[in-house]
């Protein structure tokens, strides 16, 4: 199998699409069984199923290669930062959509959808990936489709080229790296240092502002040719939703949290006035106050409970390495040796004057074995658990890489549980039996009353604090921008309506409009139109977890170990190896009972509740 794999793409493999992998499957094992079942399974399909199986045969045939030859280009341009990477990114994403988008490839899918009754399930799936993909880049319009390519890859250049200069009276200026920011926003208790750091933060937004109005406009005019009311709703279209559903979804849950979310600001609001030794704010909280550059996870802020204390002996290849294990542990095998060469896991060394990515991501290079990740790890808590999560989505890749799952199918059940895979084994690495088991508890931490450890998992990560964010701002500012509801020279204004609505949280100051705050945000410029799905992921995340502790470890959501349980992996794995096979409500249902809701999440926190509002007595709760 090796060889094979190192020889390149094997073209068998792309044969085996639809009902074909799947009568490969049903009489595997048995020499006479196998050709008998195939056989049959011939028999019975209507010609119109063969059709299309040839059809989404011959197109992974030509556009597999040129995909992993585009994951490649734009592998090089987000490690390595230069004009000449993302010209070449660009160039070899419009080969990918050339074949993708043609013009044959949209009739032939349309017609072959309009006839669904004679198709196979895992033949509609598939049809209907290979129908949003070609929505993207509808051969129909090359010309938009090129510049939209070409205005893609010049925004990303200008992102993750992009150095933050930080002026101070006094003295000299410095270039601060994400993480520096970051670090300052978690760890300063000057308010005028903070003030400093947080508007260096803001300062990326400024040149990727025109870029942004641009993309709008050319991913709106490639959605509406293909029939889809905007950019917002061809994104939405891979849940099987409309905008207006997606929209009622997202509010439902964010609803569902809120009355936790305004406990916790009231707590954090006088938790933060106490430690700047400030006046409490009336109502929303300052912007550069919080420990992050969007308010979107509070890390840091119970005192007592130094989630950093534990890494500060530790390597940063540590890091990835314990995150390794904890999979390895439930029964997930080993990274293969190719992602450790090939990831890009470790901050670039200043004085080598390469640019990177500064946020972390997973690829699928070729849809097969070659897994990698960019990340910029540093030992300490937040990269701890974005190891984790990255290492989901590897696993996730390496789970549903197998024969039985045509490529077009080697996608999560849907983009949500990608997203919470990882994170649900984040969350499993915060309980302390297992933080404990692997010395990662300090004394303190360890003595602390349960209450401070929920506080803390309430604030950090993707958890409570997170879905205002996701839910609320990302998403509705998202929909609001493509809908174009939002006027070009009101972007901040925007913005900050919904930061103030969902979030509770005020700019300090002026936002004029030459900046553009929204654009700070990295899933604006190059993940656009899909950030519900860090929200609806996170909930997943809690039903799932609620479902291994309880049914399958019998142990407390809060208090529970999965490291070394090869049960909690079973489980998992069953879920992962589907890829996009099934839909994924009847995949949620089967795995927990339940559909999607946060029930889980809001039972998890019950006793923090409690507490909050004790805590909270007298005070007003809320900021409108
Ligand atoms: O972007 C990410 C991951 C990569 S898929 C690190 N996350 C969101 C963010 O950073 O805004 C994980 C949580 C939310
Ligand atoms: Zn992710």
């Known amino acids: 199998m090796k060889d094979q794999e190192s020889r390149g793409v094997d073209r068998r493999e792309f044969l085996r699409t639809g009902i074909t992998a799947a009568a490969a499957v049903a009489g595997a094992g048995t020499g006479a069984g196998l050709s008998t079942s195939a056989a049959m399974a011939a028999a019975a399909r209507p010609p119109i199923e063969e059709v299309a199986e040839t059809f989404l045969e011959e197109y992974v045939r030509d556009v597999l290669p040129l995909m992993v030859a585009s994951n490649e280009a734009s592998w090089t341009a987000s490690t390595d930062v230069s004009e000449a990477h993302s010209a070449a990114q660009a160039s070899a994403m419009e080969k990918v959509y050339e ?5 044959r490839v949209i009739e032939e899918t349309s017609r072959l959808l309009g006839q669904k009754d004679q198709l196979d399930d895992l033949t509609i799936r598939q049809l209907e990936k290979v129908r949003l993909a070609a929505a993207e880049a509808p051969g129909t319009l090359p010309d938009v489709v090129r510049a939209r390519t070409q205005a893609e890859a010049k925004q990303a250049a200008t992102q993750d080229g992009f150095t933050y200069t930080l002026k101070r009276e006094g003295k000299p200026d410095e270039h601060p790296s994400a993480n520096a920011i970051d670090r300052a926003l978690i760890n300063s208790r000057d308010l005028d240092e903070r003030l400093a750091y947080w508007q260096v933060a ?76 400030a006046e409490p704010p009336a109502g929303k909280i300052p912007a550069h106050w919080l420990p992050n550059r969007w308010g ?20 940063k290849e540590y890091i990835a390495e314990q995150a390794e294990r904890f999979y390895v542990s439930l029964g997930f095998p080993k990274l ?81 549980f990608h997203e919470g895979v990882g994170d649900l084994i984040g969350l499993a690495s915060g309980q302390r039996p297992y933080l404990k088991s692997v010395g990662l508890l300090t004394p303190e931490a360890e003595a602390a009353p349960a209450v401070n450890f929920l506080l803390d998992t309430a604030l950090d990560g993707s958890s409570v604090v997170f879905l205002p964010f996701a839910a609320g701002t990302m998403t509705h500012f998202e929909r609001d921008f493509y809908a174009g509801t939002i006027a070009d020279a009101k972007l901040n204004e925007g913005w900050w309506d919904h930061v103030g609505a969902f979030q509770g949280i005020a700019p300090p100051g002026d936002r004029p409009e030459t900046l553009c705050d929204p654009a700070t945000k990295t899933h604006i410029n190059d993940d656009p139109a899909q950030y519900y799905d860090y929200a609806i992921g996170t909930v997943i995340k809690f039903q799932l977890h609620d479902h291994i502790a309880r049914e399958i470890l019998k142990q407390d959501p809060r208090d529970c170990n999965y490291f070394g349980d090869a049960r909690v992996g079973e489980f998992l794995r069953g879920i992962l190896r589907l890829g996009a096979t099934r839909d994924w409500n009847a995949v949620l249902r089967e795995a927990t009972g339940e559909s999607l809701t946060a029930r889980p999440m809001v039972a998890y926190f019950e006793p923090l509740m409690e507490w909050l509002k004790g805590q909270n007595a007298g005070r007003p709760v809320g900021w409108q």
């Open 296 to 315: 979107q996870n509070w890390p840091g802020l119970v005192e007592g409970v130094d989630m950093d204390a534990p890494f500060k002996g530790k390597t």
């Open 336 to 416: 293969p040796p190719s992602f450790w060469r090939k990831s890009d896991l470790y901050p670039a060394d200043p004085k080598s004057g390469r640019k990177k990515n500064s946020h972390a991501s997973a690829w699928h290079i070729d849809l097969r074995e070659d897994v990698r990740s960019l990340m910029s790890i540093e030992p300490n808590n937040e990269w701890f658990g974005t190891a984790h999560h990255e290492l989901g989505h590897i696993y996730y890749y390496i789970s549903y890489s197998r024969p039985e799952v045509p490529y077009l199918l080697r996608a999560g059940a849907n983009r949500a």
């Open 202 to 277: 803001k300062t990326i937004g400024e040149p990727l502002r025109p870029g942004i109005l641009r993309l709008r406009d050319l991913r709106n005019q490639l959605a509406r040719a293909m029939g889809f009311d905007d950019f917002f709703a061809l994104q939405v279209a891979d849940y099987g939703m409309t905008t207006a559903e997606m929209i009622a979804l997202c509010d439902r849950l964010a609803a569902e949290v809120k009355p936790l979310y305004a406990q916790l600001h009231a707590w954090a609001k006088h938790a933060l006035a106490k430690r700047y030794k």
């Open 99 to 103: 074949k993708a988008g043609a013009r």
